[in-house]
């Protein structure tokens, strides 16, 4: 595959959720790409189907869930088409996700090198099963993820290590199949802000050297803005903005991604933050149009009708909302915005 081709394509994606109540509509017709080697941030607000919409590539979604509209592309291919077989030998040698939770993620009856050797074992990498390429390749991970005393390491059980340390594991077993995607979903739970810098500077000096693609998920806009190449902005299961991270910053447009930007504490101490009233639709009855438009102070008759598609406003910048719908909008933006 070229450099900067297409490696994951997700198109008018909807994924739904049986509950007692009825059918929740968590993700509603979402459209998103990844190059090769390029790295995504997906930012909002909790509860806004991120996570939800990053299982799907995996097909890890629960029991209740299911998709009726939409395709998942990766590398060419159709994960929801794939038999069992296929998508296992991509889950195994081609992306694989970092959870946010590192001590739910591993076993805690079974040693880390245990777990790390049965993630590379079923990948299929290693042919014949070759326990000490097997084992080597465990100590390499290890030693990838800066682990001090690797082998050592190996022998531990989870709960003898630092949160920090369960999450380099973590890493550890992602990049020692993965090849093509990782995905990391707020990576940095849990650590305090040291550790925090280093597992993040480390999933993306590792990306680099392995020229892998990543989609990071985090709630924190200065984490995306430090480890991204672009930005997408979910809203109640819909992709409301999406544009290259260094413009992003400079002009949001969207009324939600301004209000998220409105509410960064400022180093200086000017001023007050500002936080969006109101909160997340109802999933089980959500508005007909624009899932903002309750708590929009711009929202029209039109955003209650309809729902907006993403307008381009400048290169490599789309929006989904109908104050940028025409030219006179645009123009309007350039002059108030």
């Known amino acids: ?9 997700i198109q008018n994606l909807y994924i739904h959720y049986r509950v007692y109540g009825g059918t929740t509509k968590v993700v509603d017709g979402v459209n998103f790409q990844v190059k090769t080697g390029q790295k995504i941030g997906l930012v909002g607000e909790s509860g806004c189907g991120k996570t939800t919409m990053v299982r799907s590539i995996l097909q890890v979604l629960p029991l209740q869930a299911r998709i009726p509209e939409g395709r998942i592309l990766f590398d060419g291919d159709s994960i929801l088409q794939m038999k069992r077989k296929e998508l296992n030998q991509v889950r195994g040698q081609k992306l694989s996700m970092i959870f946010q939770d590192p001590t739910a993620s591993l076993n805690p009856v079974f040693t880390v090198g245990s777990q790390i050797e049965d993630t590379i074992r079923y990948s299929g990498l290693v042919e014949g ?3 000490k390429v097997i084992r080597e390749k465990a100590v390499q991970a290890l030693k990838d993820c800066a682990m001090p005393d690797p082998e050592r390491i190996l022998t531990c059980y989870p709960f003898q290590l630092s949160g920090g340390m369960r999450q380099r594991v973590c890493i550890a077993m992602a990049l020692a199949t993965a090849s093509k995607l990782m995905i990391a979903d707020e990576p940095t739970t849990n650590l305090d802000v040291t550790i925090q810098d280093q597992v993040l500077r480390l999933i993306r000096e590792l990306c680099d050297q392995k020229q892998m693609s990543l ?14 190449d672009w930005i997408y902005v979910m809203y109640a299961g819909q992709i409301v903005e999406k544009a290259v991270t260094a413009r992003i910053f400079e002009h ?3 009324p939600y ?6 509410s960064i504490p400022k180093l200086t101490g000017e001023g007050i933050m500002k936080g969006i009233p109101g909160k997340l639709p109802d999933y089980l009855n959500p508005p007909k149009g624009c899932r903002f438009q309750d708590r929009c102070e711009k929202a029209m008759d039109k955003c209650r009708q309809q ?7 400048k290169e490599d910048h789309q929006v989904a909302c109908f104050l940028y719908e025409t030219k006179a ?3 309007e933006v350039e002059v108030h915005g």
């Open 1 to 9: 595959m070229e450099k900067n081709s297409t490696l994951l394509d």
């Open 129 to 131: 099963n070759n326990k």
């Open 215 to 228: 989609i990071l998920i985090t709630h924190s806009l200065g984490v995306a803005r430090l480890m991204t």
């Open 252 to 254: 949001p447009y969207h």
């Open 257 to 262: 991604t301004k209000g998220l930007m409105a």
């Open 307 to 313: 729902k907006p598609s993403l307008f381009s406003v």
């Open 329 to 331: 909008g645009e123009q």
